[in-house]
């Protein structure tokens, strides 16, 4: 949801504001509070909740009932510091009175902050879980998602006086990690390195048809890594390259789809990612750095397919090319070189086992430096501002992150994670007896599942169910929860182009001016790869190397077959091979991609086999219709 346009008084107090967080999360980074993570999350909540009223609603002021909705967020969100955070921890279990109504106050203001920046959908989903702790003693004894119910006031303790509730592993992530690459990203763009990314994919291309589609893929990942936004990328992203997009021939539509799928590419790519990949880190207590390698190969083909569908979609509508006025590639290069340097740091960092929350301070600091080069006048003012703006972009992450502490705790509580995975299993096992199909089924179920719900709730919050509701049932069927994992951030991510929702293809439609709906099965067709291959991690023991979690040689086999996978899709979706790909040979493409990607041995021959064939058939076509001609 959009943020309010505030009045300059109003814009300079909340300025002051996220700059003194920001300062708040730097002091946790060097010098944590003594009493602990919780301790810390608690302050955390306080000094942000109230800003997000005040930030957004309507109007360009705060109204007065957002004054006393921030005021009474900071009061109930400080409120187990007063009396004594000790003695509030002592009352686990056993809350006061006083201790019920104030978490029920902290969670009505949670719910309205998450509706203000994300929308209803979240907070509706939180209520129908909360109404399942309470009334889940009502359900038939014979539904496996029945429990004894659970009353009020332990539903709240659970909220409010548990790790697992307001203060859990979601908030922790987005006040350690989520909050500070967000500074990062504020920081390295004030520094110009958005400037210098656009400029260094517009030279590197230049003057050929395909040039305008390769340089909006390009654009699209780096500038990812400033903004750690599928839809921001594709906003600022369109903003430079659709009208070259337009003047090369691109149709609205065509140049939409193209637009979302390189801005949702951003968070599934290598060096940021997006928020959800610091909770899978956090859950599965591996390195954030693990994280990036497994994303690596995924990532290789995600882009391999759009690169695959510019390539098609130029030659299959002709696009023209266009004269860009950009300086040369090496004198770009040479201008701007040292804003791959902070990215670089961050990944050197990692490597030496610096935690991560300290290696990206360190490359906010390197980005900082090198904004000197450009903003020697104003460069304290450039940096404050980046602080502030780093911080206040955090706000629907974080009220996000809070409001699935309602989810995670209730499904603790209640047990409604198992049940509803054996439910899942069970309906894959009544419909098939080999372990094999049961697995599959239980995948593809499992891929439906996480993207409808994205469709409704953000990345981060989809994850999170996804991860507590459908992870488990993947892992009784020996699927690792690593490949697991990454299955499920794939889906929670990909669901922000899935039709009939895809907020990064609503963006890019707007800025083009093409159809919505049109639009939304362009970017579906650029991202349908990405759709196919999470299922190569879960389906086989071989999947893993596309994580790189296997031996060399298998990594590069399995990233072969794939990449063979991804070119008989999009050959199906692009409709071009050596020439018009004609219906027999893209339909022949469809079983040649689900062999190729389920990593065994003989369906890869069987697939290979089949992509062979339709090569043959295409070239005999071609040249029958050039002899006819």
Known sequence: ??????????????????????????????????????YYLIIFLAVTLPLVFLSYGRGHAPPWWDWVLAAAAFVVGAYPLFGGFDEFLNRQGQLTSLDVAAGAVLLVLILEACRRTTGWVL?????????????????????????SGVDFAQIINGFFNDASGFYGTPL???????????????????????????????????????????????????LGTVSGSGTATTVSLGAVTWPMLQKAGYPKENAGGL??????????????????????????????????????????????????????????????????????????????WYHFLSLGIIIVFL?????????????T???????????????????????????????????????????????????????LAGSLVDLASALASSEVVVLMLTAVFSAVAVSVLGLAVPVTASFIISWVVIGPALITLGVEPAETAMFIFYYAVLSEVTPPTALAAVAAAALTGGDVMKTMWQTWKYTLPAFLVPLAFVLTDSGAALLLRGSLLESVWTFGASALGVAALAVLTGGWLFGPARWPERVLCVPAALFLLYLQPLTIAIGAGFLVVAVAVHLVTRGRVRDAT
Not at 139 to 144: A, V
């Open 172 to 222: 922790d992530v987005a006040a350690t990690y989520i909050v500070l690459f967000t500074i990062y990203g504020a920081v390295l763009n004030a520094s110009g390195a958005g400037t210098f990314f656009v400029d260094i994919s517009f030279a590197a291309f230049r003057k050929s048809r395909t040039a305008p589609g390769r340089t909006a893929a390009t654009a699209g990942f780096l």
């Open 351 to 363: 490597a030496l086992d610096i935690p991560v929350y300290k290696a990206v301070v360190y490359a």
């Open 1 to 38: 949801m959009p943020s309010r346009s505030l009045s300059p008084r109003w814009e300079r107090a909340l300025w002051i504001a996220g700059l003194l967080i920001a300062l708040l999360v730097l002091k946790q980074v060097f010098f944590p509070f003594a009493k602990g993570s919780q």
């Open 123 to 147: 907070p509706v989903v939180c209520l129908a879980f909360i109404a399942y702790a309470y009334y889940g003693g009502f359900l038939p004894p014979s539904w496996s998602i029945a429990h």
């Open 365 to 419: 600091g390197v980005a900082a430096l090198f904004a000197l080069i450009n903003h020697r006048r104003d460069w304290f003012r450039l940096v404050a501002d980046a602080l502030s703006i780093g911080v206040r972009s955090a706000f629907p992450v974080i009220a996000v992150c809070a409001a699935a502490g309602v989810v995670t705790s209730t499904i603790t509580k209640t047990g409604l994670g198992q049940a």
């Open 259 to 336: 637009l979302a799928a390189s801005g949702i590419g951003a968070i599934l790519s290598p060096p940021t990612l997006g928020a959800a990949a610091f909770i899978i880190a956090e859950y599965l207590q591996v390195s954030y750095l693990s994280v990036l390698i497994w994303a690596v190969i995924p990532t290789l083909l995600y882009y391999l397919g759009i690169a695959l569908a510019v390539e098609a979609d130029a030659r299959r509508f002709g696009a023209k090319p266009v004269d860009v006025d950009a300086p040369r590639f090496w004198d770009v290069l040479k201008l701007g």
